[in-house]
């Protein structure tokens, strides 16, 4: 039970993320007409774009430097949202993905659209596996119900009004069709480049943490890290992605798996997020929470543990 409450604290501070984004960032900022609510707490003496219009759309930044940072956050508890949703069917974890899924939209960042296609293939693909097997439940179809009306309201305004996506089309080849063009895009390939050329001049050692500046978590690790410390990164990584995978779950309740599988979803799309436009070879901490949740769930459910309930559970010899 305590390792139960310890693991849930997670999952809290997530859900009331998502409200305060709303107020926060989308109903009480620029779209309502409003400044930059959030200018008095922002006082990094480093450039902050947070004015700054893009297609003919304002760049949400919430409480980032930038609208990227802001995307790569948004998507990473997107991704939580969503799989905790499909494992327990909960509303607010509903609703919460569908706000998020709202703000990375609007975000305009190109961490965030190309993180949400990356993301969504392994989600479509168990959605498909799902079907297929005959295993569908009532979170599929809603799945199913949303993305049939989605593609009926947009044939209707289309059939409407022909150009009335355009604006959104202008979006999309600006910020994802034409960004590897840009000169921001030029600059972080040429960082990549140099990051990757230390790597090797190092012999495969490394480089040390901090010593390179690339705008990829997979090149800054193969980079400051080298080939070992990659590896062993790679093994961290690979332990959270299997999650619970060779566990007997007979034992376990619904809430930690359910747990457990949005854990292993937030860092996979965190991770697609870094790579895309991530500066560092350390993830963020949340990375080490689900670490050590998965670990200690792991323990919990593994082979050792099965034994000392088989034991506590056996009858006493008179």
């Known amino acids: 039970m305590k390792e139960r409450q310890r693991i849930e604290l997670t999952y809290p501070s997530d859900v009331g993320h998502c409200p305060a984004k709303v107020v926060v960032y989308l109903a009480g900022g620029k779209i309502v007409g409003i400044s930059d609510i959030l200018a ?60 998020l899924l709202m703000l990375l939209l609007l975000s305009t960042s190109t961490t965030a ?72 895009a030029w600059e972080r390939f040429m960082w990549n480049a140099k990051a990757l050329e230390n790597a090797v001049a190092s012999g495969g050692l490394g480089i040390g943490i901090g010593s390179s500046r690339s705008s990829s978590w997979l090149v800054s690790t193969v980079s400051q890290l080298g080939v070992i410390g990659s590896i062993l990164m790679g093994a961290l990584v690979y332990t959270v992605l299997m999650g619970l995978s060779g566990c007997k779950r007979s034992h376990a309740d619904g809430e930690l798996v359910a747990l457990i599988a949005a854990l292993r979803a937030y860092v996979f799309a965190m991770l697609v997020a870094a790579s895309l436009g991530g500066s560092g070879a350390v993830p963020r901490v949340t990375f080490f929470i689900a670490l050590a949740a998965v670990c200690v ?22």
């Open 40 to 99: 008095p707490v922002r006082t990094a003496s480093y450039v902050l774009h947070t004015e700054t219009e893009v297609a003919g759309f304002w760049r949400i930044a919430g409480g980032y430097a930038e609208a990227s940072a802001f995307g790569a956050t948004t998507l990473s508890i997107f991704a939580f949202m969503y799989a905790y949703w499909r494992q327990t069917g909960q509303y607010a974890a509903f609703f919460g993905a569908a706000i």
């Open 113 to 184: 659209y190309v993180g949400l296609f990356l993301v969504s293939v392994p989600a479509a693909i168990s959605l498909l596996i799902s079907l297929v097997a005959g295993r569908t439940n009532t979170r599929d179809l809603v799945i199913l119900v949303v993305g049939i009306v989605a593609v009926a309201i947009t044939m209707a305004m289309l059939l409407r009004d022909p150009n009335f996506f355009d604006p959104a089309v202008r979006l999309f080849e600006t910020m994802v069709l034409e960004k590897p063009e840009s000169a921001s």
């Open 297 to 318: 769930s792991r323990k919990h459910l593994g082979p050792s543990a099965e034994k000392a309930r088989s034991w506590v559970s056996a009858p006493v010899a008179s």
